[in-house]
């Protein structure tokens, strides 16, 4: 994880709000993006159901062997851009 944490990191700064999707039993993305000052927020609809992550907004959307799991891909990937805000510049 600290493979994608590391190039993600050169484009967030701290503070920054972020979801956490498809995290799985263990959100190691999530806890190196947190480390580093980011407030996160995790949810995998098997590991980790959070009802209420998908109805807001973040400054980015961090998801890894997420894709292979949409039974609709054309609409899982439009459900998570339109988590992240407009204008951050991350996505």
Partial sequence: MARLAAPLLMRL???MQGLGFGCGPGPVLS????????AMTDDDPFYAPNVDALQR????????????????????????MARARPGTGVG
Avoid: K
């Avoid at 998801?63 to 891909?73: A, G, L, N, S, Y």
């Fill in 13 to 15: 700064q701290p503070g």
């Fill in 31 to 38: 806890m190196l993006l947190r480390e580093a000052g980011m």
């Fill in 57 to 80: 907004q973040y400054d980015f959307v961090a998801c890894t062997e997420v894709v292979e799991h949409f039974r609709d891909p054309h609409a899982g990937w439009a459900q998570l």
